[in-house]
């Protein structure tokens, strides 16, 4: 289970995955070897260009997406979610047995792991590791994942190769809850844990020997603003399927470059091998390539949606003058709807993605094709029905086409957009022209991201905002703290005593009856009635859903990207480099 990245494109929420179908009583576990993919070449080193640098190497307190990305080639967790298949799938442990109220889960370990720097890996660091994660000093991202009702699991060790954890409830989600939580080497950070120093350790600057991991790599070489070395792990446990130790590669570079136009020419000359994501402009730019140096995938679109939101907060009049005649527009679901109409969704695809983005209506997207609900109607753009429904709430136009509401007053606000997101600024510059059509006076307010969620999440002092959320994986589970009325992200009203409308308060008791349900199809109703109740109210109007567009250059073996991140380097460990005379996109 992983988190989504904190980025200037998009806000934290955390996230798990689908597939849970009942609670299984056992798990078998797989063999250790590589059954996909080719065969490749040991040795040879490959660099992907990072956007910006990684803040920490520590991944009890990471939630950047470039520290993130190179975390997960040093670290292991102890059951692994397939980027491929979406399906769970053995790691550090081989076995699992879930309990028959869904309440137990024992795992049982890999035998033989040992760290990169050589030390021996049990059920002792997975007992640390939980304990980090779970310290409410340490803050860690990871740790809500860990809360059952404001309840922490509890973890024993059975014996040195056995683990059981213990919830208070059941889970929904079902074992995908440890994936991503990397096993921490006990013996490095208990002495710094102890004395306070955790949040210290294991800065990108650390000694290359003071960190160790249970992933394919280790780091070998930090250069402040230039890359980030990482060296084979001689320890790691995987073979391929003709008994090959894993990884192929001797090096993966991680090179820290100034700019999106950076990274695609990096590619175009050699200086980069992989580009994790493209922007659809420098996508079409590589497609026309007449020297083809660069291998291009299309996933489609991805488990991102970009949506509009106004603010619902309930606030102070005398706090936020200004602000409390606007929601009275922005609570009228009718005004709500009139807006979702007028957005030119299938435009603003074609004009800021050059048709590399889907409209959406909900928050499930088409990529995730298991818990998207198929049967919502996807309304046609039509200003006509977006008039009428102002006009039968009140709302009237003067003689300029300016749109008053029942106080004669004109319907004005802003929209708040991250101001280091090109794609993003096009998009609420084409719907302030939407807008506009209804008589709407719109302006975009472009603000740096962190003081933009600042107004979001802290002082609530905006109107209205376009951002948003990557889902790290498929499962709704993780969305509680998005949907639930109490959620910490609850985003267009935050810090709820109680739902504030019937709609949310179902979506309160539907979100609580999947997250226990042991049966997919269960998980599933309840969802789509979720979905239908967000389009039907529409908290958040959901606009797109970029696709995923990844490059690589020829000689990247094994390249298959796939829709849950890290998008290329889920495979980390199969990648090599292929022989230049047969480098060929595929």
């Known amino acids: 289970m992983s988190r989504y990245p904190l980025s200037a494109a998009s806000l934290p929420l955390v ?17 250790d070897t590589l059954k996909t993919g080719v065969h490749g070449k040991t040795g040879g080193s490959l660099t992907v260009a990072l956007r910006t640098e990684p803040k920490t190497l520590n991944p009890v307190l990471s939630v950047d997406a470039a520290s993130r990305e190179v975390i997960g080639a040093i670290q292991a967790d102890l059951i692994h979610i ?173 090179s820290v470059v100034t700019s999106e136009d950076a990274q695609v020419a990096g590619l175009q000359r050699g200086e980069a091998d992989i580009v994790e994501r493209l922007r659809a402009d420098d996508y079409s730019v590589l497609q026309r390539d007449a020297q083809k140096r660069v291998c291009l995938r299309d996933l489609g679109p991805g488990l991102e949606s970009i949506f509009l939101f106004f603010n619902l907060n309930h606030l102070d009049p005398a706090k936020q003058p200004d602000l409390a005649p606007k929601q009275e527009w922005f609570r009228e679901l009718r005004f709500r709807q009139a807006v979702s109409l007028a957005m030119d969704r299938k435009g603003m695809a074609r004009l800021v993605y050059g048709g590399l983005a889907t409209p959406i209506w909900t928050s499930a997207t088409p990529g995730n094709k298991l818990w998207l609900n198929a049967a919502l109607p996807h309304p046609e753009r039509s200003i006509e029905k977006g008039r009428a429904l102002l006009q039968s709430a009140g709302f009237r136009w003067d003689s300029q086409g300016q749109l008053l509401d029942a106080h004669s007053r004109p319907v004005a606000f802003t929209i708040l957009v991250s101001s280091s997101n090109a794609q993003r600024s096009r998009l609420a510059t084409l719907a302030v022209d939407d807008l506009k059509q209804l008589g709407m006076d719109v302006q975009v307010v472009p603000m740096e991201f962190r003081a933009l969620v600042d107004r979001v999440l802290n002082t609530k002092n905006y109107e209205a905002v376009l951002m948003n959320i990557v889902n790290g994986d498929a499962d709704p589970t993780p969305e509680m703290n998005l949907w639930l009325s109490s959620g910490e992200m609850h985003l267009w009203d935050l810090g709820e005593a109680q739902p504030a409308t019937p709609w949310e308060a179902e979506i309160d008791s539907l979100m609580r009856a999947q997250l226990i349900a042991t049966s997919f199809a269960a998980r599933k109703q309840a969802y789509d009635r979720v979905q239908e109740l967000v389009s039907q109210n529409l908290p958040l109007i959901f606009l797109l859903s970029p696709n995923i567009l990844v490059g690589a250059r020829p000689v990247v073996g094994n390249f298959r990207p796939a829709v849950l991140e890290p998008y290329a380097l889920w495979n980390a460990d199969q990648l090599f480099v292929r022989p230049a005379g047969s480098a060929t996109c595929q």
């Open 82 to 254: 397939n980027r491929e298949t979406q399906r769970t799938e053995p790691a550090l442990a081989t076995e699992w047995k879930i309990s028959p109220d869904g309440k137990r889960y024992t795992l049982r370990l890999r035998r033989g792991v040992k760290f990169s720097d050589g030390a021996p890996f049990d059920a002792d660091d997975v007992l640390f590791s939980f304990k980090l994660y779970l310290d409410e000093k340490l803050n860690s991202p990871q740790r809500d994942l860990l809360l059952f009702d404001d309840k922490p699991l509890t973890v024993t060790k059975l014996d040195p190769y056995t683990v059981r954890f213990d919830l208070p409830r059941p889970y929904g989600a079902g074992v995908r809850l440890f994936d991503g939580l990397a096993m921490m080497p006990r013996h490095l950070l208990e002495t710094p844990y102890h004395e306070g120093r955790l949040a210290q350790m294991w800065a990108v600057n650390s000694p290359a020997g003071a960190l160790a991991g249970l992933g394919p790599f280790h780091l070998k070489e930090y250069v402040p603003g230039q890359r980030l070395v990482l060296e084979r792990n001689p320890n790691y446990w995987k073979t391929d399927a003709q008994g090959v130790r894993l990884p192929y590669l001797s090096q993966l570079i991680f």
């Open 15 to 31: 996230a798990a995955v689908m597939l849970v179908i009942g609670f299984p009583l056992q798990a078998v576990a797989q063999d």
